[in-house]
């Protein structure tokens, strides 16, 4: 949908309409039609916008938590990132990671299923109607950003391929293209990047597999096509360009747990009282303050108890960090 708003160009000097003005006079708009967000219309972005690089996703429900969160801008977002594949340094995945081929795509989802799946990224956004979710993206390096994701529930995909009762975890593998990946070419980690969830943190309707930001398709830079987003754990649970989903018995080791098992472990729930070994967990910076900005506090579960402290009840969370 395209949405002229004369209000953007009488009151804000052009210079400076940034995507997020233009974003937030949008949700506005939707605001003062009294259009509530869960009663906008669904309709499945087609194959031929998403696949044809039309770059975004006209189609989606919109957050309802839009003025509780002030979203940090979409170019520090962008070029922000941490991706390992694409190099070490915060700058480098806006630089490389455009060498990644994301058409076409597809998902295979195996291990303990009634029906093994290879979906395609056009199959996925159609499981479900696609939803706008503001979640702060919190790294265990202490920064965090508030980012509104356009994605599924990744329940959706999970369902379809009906786990059975040994499914008890669930495993993410990232693609493994050294030659799209610079950083592939280096073994800083053990690549393909793998993540893990429990079977009911994976099915918990706050997790999502996100394909947009600020209604757009996910840059490369931050996971495209399809990447997963957990808004209570550390953003490195959250594992970019999805292309295996491995329902298991056992719980999976990961990218991380390999890298340092003492550091990172399997739950990496968001815990201001858990520190990690070599620095407090306990406040973080927020990107697009700027670096001399007073740190925030880090909240338990990163603001999300209600919704989940009773997936860890009984748990000591400093042996299972
Ligand atoms: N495949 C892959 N996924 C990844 C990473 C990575 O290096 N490779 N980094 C993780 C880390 S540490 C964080 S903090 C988030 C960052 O997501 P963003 O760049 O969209 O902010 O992606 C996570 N997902
Ligand atoms: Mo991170």
Not at 21 to 45: D, P, Q
Not at 131 to 152: D, K, T
Not at 210 to 231: D, F, H, I, S, T
Request: charged content about 25%.
């Amino acid at each position: 949908m395209l949405i002229t708003n004369k209000r953007i160009g009488s009151e804000i000097p052009s210079s400076e309409i940034t995507p997020e003005n233009i974003y937030h006079e949008r949700r506005l708009f939707f605001k003062s039609l009294g259009i509530a967000a869960s009663s906008v219309a669904f309709l499945a972005a087609s194959s031929k916008q998403v696949m044809a690089g039309v770059n975004v996703l006209p189609n989606f429900i919109h957050a309802s938590n839009a003025n509780e969160e002030l979203l940090t801008p979409f170019k520090h977002i962008t070029s922000y990132n941490n991706y390992y594949e694409f190099g070490t340094s915060k700058t480098d995945p806006a630089e490389n990671a455009h060498t990644l081929k994301t058409d076409p795509w597809s998902i295979k989802i195996e291990g303990e299923v009634e029906k093994p799946l290879i979906l395609s990224l056009d199959e996925i956004i159609k499981l479900a109607p696609l939803e706008e979710r503001i979640y702060r993206l919190r790294c265990v390096e202490g920064w965090s950003m508030v980012v509104p994701w356009v994605g599924i529930p990744l329940s959706a995909l999970i369902k379809k391929a009906s786990p059975n009762s040994n499914a008890k975890f669930v495993e993410f593998i990232s693609v493994s293209r050294p030659q799209e990946m610079v950083g592939q070419r280096s073994n800083v980690l053990d690549w393909p990047y793998s993540e893990g969830l429990r079977i009911d943190e994976a099915m918990h309707p706050l997790t999502i597999l996100a394909v947009g930001l600020y209604g757009k398709l996910l840059p490369n830079q931050n996971g495209a096509p399809v990447r997963l987003v957990v808004p209570w754990k550390y953003g490195f649970k959250s594992a970019k360009a999805i292309v295996k989903i491995k329902l298991t018995e056992k719980m999976p080791a990961t990218s991380w747990m390999k890298a340092n098992s003492s550091e990172y472990g399997f739950y990496s729930n968001v815990n201001p009282e858990v520190d990690h070994p070599r620095w407090s967990q306990a406040t973080e910076r927020a990107i697009g303050d700027g670096f001399l900005s007073k740190r925030r506090k880090t909240e338990m579960f990163n603001g999300y108890t209600k919704e989940v402290e009773s997936l860890y009840r009984g748990m000591d969370l400093r042996r299972y960090f």
